[in-house]
């Protein structure tokens, strides 16, 4: 079993380009987020979908979008990069109604717009 | 306000000695509680978790962790350290309740000396 997969793995953006995230998970989860970290302030949440149709802003939402077509697959766009979107992203997911929320981890995407 | 704080930083042990990290929360009700480990370059990775009952929790890789009510926290422990546990550890929580997103605290990078 993959778990969740990330692509890519790294990029190098230019500042007003545009570009996708994305996030593949093959454990039927009715929940995925999107997480970035930078040094000194851990995990922020970006965006979060319970389910597939819906999605929630997290707690550094500006300047990213999601969506949520179906289950597995919660990609991340930024539509007009800036440099201080440069930073390490997370995609995870999790089964919600299970007790505590545990959350699985991609393997993250290294993204730096210059 | 609800917070998770890890108050070390970095933290240097040399192989084979003790090895305590501290998580610190404020939060109305007991949340939740997770640690995490991610090593460099790599996602995270759950090293062990308390929902309720037993305040001593096992986790994998040898890492132990004990909940204390008392004083709000959930530091994590090993009594041997290994070269291969160099690595930035996470403590993190999920209310109880509604809202169900985890929060991560900032982090404490492990050196572990030869």
């Known amino acids: 079993t993959a778990g969740i997969t990330q692509a890519p793995t790294s990029q190098i953006l230019a500042a007003g380009r545009s570009m996708t995230l994305r996030c593949t998970q093959d454990?039927?989860?009715?929940?995925m987020y999107w997480y970035r970290q930078d040094l000194g302030l851990g995990l922020r949440l970006i965006h979060y979908?319970?389910?597939?149709?819906?999605?929630g802003k997290g707690e550094v939402p500006d300047g990213y979008s999601v969506s949520r077509a179906n289950t597995d697959d919660f990609p991340l766009t930024l539509a007009s990069a800036v440099p201080s979107q440069t930073s390490v992203y997370f995609c995870?997911?999790?089964?919600?109604?299970?007790?505590?929320?545990?959350?699985?981890f991609g393997p993250g995407t290294r993204l730096t717009v210059l | 306000a609800q917070s998770v704080t890890q108050p070390d930083i970095h933290i240097t042990v040399s192989e084979g000695a003790s090895l305590e990290l501290r998580c610190n929360y404020s939060?109305?009700?007991?949340?939740?509680l997770f640690w995490y480990v991610q090593s460099p370059g790599q996602g995270l990775q759950l090293l062990l978790k308390?929902?309720?009952?037993?305040?001593l929790v096992q986790g994998i890789k040898g890492f132990e962790a004990e909940f204390k009510r008392s004083q709000s926290s959930f530091n994590l422990r090993k009594p041997s350290v290994h070269w291969s546990d160099a690595a930035e550890y996470f403590c993190?929580?999920?209310?109880?309740?509604?809202?169900?997103?985890?929060?991560f605290g900032s982090g404490t990078q492990l050196t572990v000396l030869p």
């Open positions: 979908s319970n389910t597939a149709g819906t999605t």
């Open positions: 308390y929902f309720s009952g037993d305040t």
């Open positions: 939060y109305g009700a007991t949340p939740y």
């Open positions: 993190a929580v999920v209310p109880r309740g509604s809202a169900r997103q985890l929060t």
């Open positions: 995870a997911s999790s089964d919600s109604g299970t007790r505590g929320n545990e959350q699985f």
């Open positions: 454990m039927r989860h009715n929940a």
